[in-house]
């Protein structure tokens, strides 16, 4: 596979992020462990042979199980390790499935997907905000930006790596935020159980 | 940590080689980079795909309007506004220029001292009734806005300041021991280092449950000049929560799943366990236009259970009137609760 193409198939498997942050939120509580956890789910997925690649038939089932046997990794790596989370993760191996069911009409379309990129850049410190807008919504060189706001070229690429950064974070976020278009179609959340509103006591 | 920091450098490589021109050596470095850790292939895949999708904000850029670029025009404009048309005397000229620096410098200089660093100008965020709202701060520390809250963020070299104005929030406070985060809400304080929080204001107190960390609460006058609490104030440390009262300030344990349930805004729920019908409808009420009464004072006080969406009272009245017998009238702007044998 050339540069062009591991990008193309590489996306297939970034959509389900939000949700698989979600999945993991049930054992491990530390985001940073969660992120370890997503990034070496993501390295595994680029060690893959062409040929092991060609087999994947579904992206979402793939990336749940690779996640789940990462987050074991991980939590066997620790030096102590959490009874809880572990018995946790052990018997979530069912879950999975369930999570898959409730997740299956996960699509975004173009309009909630331009309100989450838009509720993302809001939530940006000022400077990046500015810098990433001049850029991406103008279409502004970095030059051009760097001559616009009056600061160093170094300086716009640092606030534009800061920002495309802190985007993704928002972006990839465990999918929560109920204002979202997407609230309803996603509920991978930790509604765990309880959505049904009529399990009162 | 490892994994931000990876994140970071991939996120600098997206940037770098989408500008201009990238020379062949700039290029061998990055395939370098790629290949010595297959995470980094990974994080420059996912960072490159945010980028990617940056680019549909293309689609709500302003409808061009005449031959000139339209989105400089006005800063362009701006600009010639202010290009001087009067031209001073060349060596009066020099004095006005020279008085201006000074001018600058000094006002500078005064700023500076007086904590006004820059980044200092403050931001105010709002949300309106039923909204969220999640803040970045410089510092990447993180604030979640509830349903109709607003608050001020100050920020400078010396310390980190937010008003919570109205309303509730919770911060994610990235440490950093040189200056404090200071939270002030009406006359209470609240000071963490780095740590997770939750401060809602309430109609005469204000409880902050404290998540992970240590924060210190104390009295606004309490923060004094260098506007930060003192460390020896009261600490409350996580699995508690504090409630500042004029009538005095207490401190108590947070109950089974209680922690859950004051959260449980952050994903858009509301978290009922043997709370009265009068507190949910109160609770509910803070998320809708459309209020919950109850007509009935004899269902006030049942008890309830459950998970409901916050901006769905509907279906909380659906529910307790199959549950409870209770008989539900709606109109646009309230919907009423009675008992099944009152009559309406």
């Known amino acids: 596979m050339n540069e062009a193409d591991t990008c193309a198939w590489f996306r297939r498997f970034l959509h389900y992020e939000p949700q698989l942050r979600a999945y993991l939120r049930r054992f491990l509580r530390d985001d940073d462990d969660i992120a370890d956890v997503v990034q070496d789910s993501y390295a595994r997925l680029l060690l893959l042979s062409d040929a092991e690649r ?65 509720r993302a850049i809001a939530a940006l410190p000022k400077r990046c905000r500015e810098v990433l807008r001049l850029r991406k919504l103008l279409g502004f060189s970095q030059k051009e930006v760097a001559a616009e706001l009056g600061i160093a070229e170094h300086t716009v690429e640092k606030q534009l790596a800061r920002a495309l950064r802190l985007c993704t974070e928002l972006l990839m976020a465990a999918v929560e935020d109920p204002k979202s278009g997407t609230y309803g179609s996603t509920p991978a959340r930790q509604c765990g159980g309880r959505q049904d509103a009529d399990s009162s006591d | 940590m490892r994994t931000r920091a990876i994140d970071g450098e991939a996120s600098e490589w997206v940037v770098r080689l989408e500008s201009t021109s990238v020379p062949p050596e700039v290029r061998a470095e990055f395939e370098a980079w790629c290949a010595a850790d297959p995470r980094h292939h990974a994080a420059y895949l996912r960072q490159r795909d945010t980028w990617t999708r940056l680019d549909r904000l293309q689609a709500l850029r ?50 500076w001292n007086l ?12 949300t309106v009734v039923g909204g969220f709202q999640r803040v970045i701060l410089p510092d990447e520390s993180v604030i979640e806005l509830n349903t109709d809250s607003q608050l001020r963020v100050e920020f400078d070299s010396r310390r980190r ?25 009406e006359e209470t304080a609240v000071r963490a280092v780095g740590t997770q929080f939750n401060v809602r204001r309430r109609a005469d107190s204000v409880e902050v449950m404290v998540v992970e960390g240590i924060v210190a609460v104390g009295p606004r006058e309490a923060v004094g000049g260098a506007r930060t609490l003192h460390p020896s104030f009261p600490v409350v440390t996580a699995g508690n929560i504090a409630i500042a009262a004029p009538a005095g300030f ?46 009935d004072p004899a269902i006030a006080a049942l008890r309830i259970g459950g998970q409901f969406r916050s901006t769905n009272a509907e279906v909380f009245a659906r529910v307790v009137e199959r549950r409870y017998g209770l008989q539900v009238t709606e109109t646009t702007e309230r919907i009423v609760l009675r008992g099944a044998e009152s009559s309406p």
Request: glycine share 4%; proline share 7%.
């Open chain 1, 54 to 118: 060609e087999r994947i038939r579904s992206p979402r089932a793939f990336m749940f199980t690779t996640v789940h046997n990462a987050a074991v990794d991980h939590l066997r790596r620790r030096p102590v390790v959490s009874l809880d989370a572990m018995a946790e993760l052990e018997a979530s191996a069912l879950l999975e499935e369930e999570v898959q069911i409730r997740s299956l009409d996960f699509e975004i379309d173009a309009r909630q997907e331009l309100d989450r990129l838009q």
């Open chain 2, 250 to 295: 207490k401190v108590r344990e947070l109950e089974p799943d209680e922690g859950q349930r004051v959260l449980a805004w952050h994903s858009g729920m509301l978290f009922f366990e043997g709370q009265t019908l009068a507190e949910a409808a109160e609770e509910f009420n803070r998320y809708n236009r459309r209020k919950l009464a109850i007509a």
């Open chain 2, 62 to 111: 302003p409808p061009p309007a005449g031959l000139e670029e339209p989105n400089r025009l006005p800063l362009r404009a701006w600009a010639q506004r202010r290009s001087p048309r009067t031209r001073l005397p060349y060596p009066r000229r020099r004095l006005a220029a020279l008085a201006a620096v000074l001018v600058v410098a000094c006002v500078g200089w005064l700023l």
């Open chain 2, 161 to 185: 300041l937010v008003q919570l104005e109205r309303g509730e929030a919770s911060f994610s406070v990235v440490r950093d021991s040189a200056r404090p985060f200071v939270v002030m809400a």
């Open chain 2, 115 to 126: 904590g006004f660093a820059p980044e200092a100008a403050g931001e105010t965020y709002a």
